[in-house]
């Protein structure tokens, strides 16, 4: 009796886990995104808006550079100036020390990206008396 009951079962649950041909769904494709698509230029011009916020403060530059480093890109020197000035705003040096940590972090294998970025901010660097990280050593560690 038991083991008639297990065999009607098994087959019960085979025939449910049995795909018919004729009763394929098609998978829905979804478009989330029903907006028009930033330009790179208005990303820039936002990021580069959101950290010249005067009332901008340490942990908003933090949250910021957090979420600008989630996307996958290097910032552009442009935003990266913005936010080292307001680095300097709020007399925060060892936050805009990170800023340049992850951006060579983000550039990863790509070796000529950082120097690039260090040298379009090298007038901002040292007009706000920023050192590089590999000016203080810390690079090596």
């Not at 294998?109 to 090298?122: A, C, M, N, S, T």
Request: net charge neutral; hydrophobic share 40%; charged share 30%.
């Amino acid at each position: 009796m038991f083991r008639a009951a297990v065999r009607l079962s098994a087959s019960g649950v085979r025939s449910l886990t049995r795909i018919q041909p004729g009763s394929q769904a098609l998978l829905a494709s979804r478009c989330y995104s029903h907006g028009k698509q930033e330009t790179d230029e208005e990303f820039d011009a936002r990021w580069v808006t959101y950290f010249n916020k005067s009332d901008l403060d340490a942990w908003e530059l933090r949250k910021g550079m957090n979420t600008l480093v989630g996307y996958d890109l290097v910032p552009e020197p442009k935003i990266l100036e913005a936010a080292l000035r307001a680095c300097r705003r709020l007399n925060d040096v060892a936050s805009a020390i990170r800023i340049l940590e992850v951006v060579k972090d983000k550039a990863g294998p790509h070796k000529d990206i950082y120097p690039y970025v260090i040298q379009e901010l090298r007038p901002t660097l040292d007009e706000l008396g920023i050192s590089t990280p590999e000016e203080l050593g810390i690079d090596k560690v």
